[in-house]
């Protein structure tokens, strides 16, 4: 792994750093660029005027890793009431939203999480959407992919994530593909044993993975802000006959957004990942390890507002 990635997802869960992060004073405009805000008001209004730009969004309430149910019946409530909001404001063709299991009782074990997971998926039918459950680190996918597949006995458009930096991504597009997948490139410090450690690789399984998916009936979701791998995929998308809508691209909220709209324009499906809640820093740190150049933003807007 990249020692300059490494360095910053280690920060990730270091709660000293965490706090000085939080009130150095200009961390509100790197988080405000990356975040739509904390509440239902913000993320609203962000799927609103993506909407405007003929975007959709995918809408992620931040946290992870909770050990306290009553936290995860919070973010429950969190999902139910927000995808009500959608539905009476007319925005729910426009968005989704986007689960980690850990943040809904993944960690302790039994009924719980497939439970919340289910009210979620519930909700999201009831106003006429959809749920995607997100990928964590690695020893959770097989976890992660069953309760997927418990999910989808009910609401078969449930999607899943899967992550090209795994050497098992190939393999699981292939058995996936005739569903929802979203494709990423992976954003957590995995080991070698089980992750690819260099870029050109993580692209390559990327590419497989993607071929898979487009192979199968299913719906391929690409998650990339990557050039390159955004032309070779519309190549790829040609070539085994995918019409436009039958696949679509995914980008973070925030990043590139002259080519979401760009994308957009030419009739492609183009959706958004919208993180919003009080829970960013997480979030923040696997963005600025994804990708310096947002490390660089992040410090040249610290030392402005300092």
Known sequence: MNPLRSTI?????????????????????????????????????AVRSLAGDGLTATLDYLGEDTTDAEQAERTVRTYVDLLDRLHDEGLAPHAEVSVKLSAIGQKLGGRLTL????????????CGTTVTIDM????????????????????????AV????????????????????????GAYAEPESVAFAGAHEVDRS??????????????PM?????????????????WYGRKQGSYEFQMLY???????????????TVRVYVPFGEQWYGYLMRRLAERPANLSFFLRALASRS
């Open 254 to 268: 925030g990043i590139r957004p002259d080519e979401q709209r760009r994308l957009a324009g030419e009739g492609e």
């Open 136 to 159: 964590e680190d690695h020893t959770t996918t097989d976890a992660t992919l069953a309760t997927v597949a418990e999910l989808r006995r009910t609401w078969p458009w449930v999607g």
């Open 222 to 238: 690409f998650a990339t802000h990557d050039p390159r791998l955004v032309e070779i995929l519309g190549e790829r998308a040609r």
């Open 206 to 219: 990327y590419v497989r993975a993607a071929n898979a998916l487009l192979a199968g009936d299913g719906y």
């Open 162 to 185: 899967l992550q090209s930096y795994l050497r098992r991504a190939e393999a699981d597009a292939r058995a996936l593909a005739g569903s929802r997948v979203r494709l990423c490139k």
């Open 115 to 126: 439970d919340n997971a289910g009210r979620v998926c519930a909700a999201a039918e009831r």
């Open 9 to 45: 997802l280690a920060a990730a869960g270091n709660e000293r750093l965490r706090r000085l992060v939080a009130t150095a004073p200009g961390t509100r405009a790197v988080v405000e660029r990356f975040v739509a805000g904390e509440g239902h008001d913000q993320a609203v209004e």
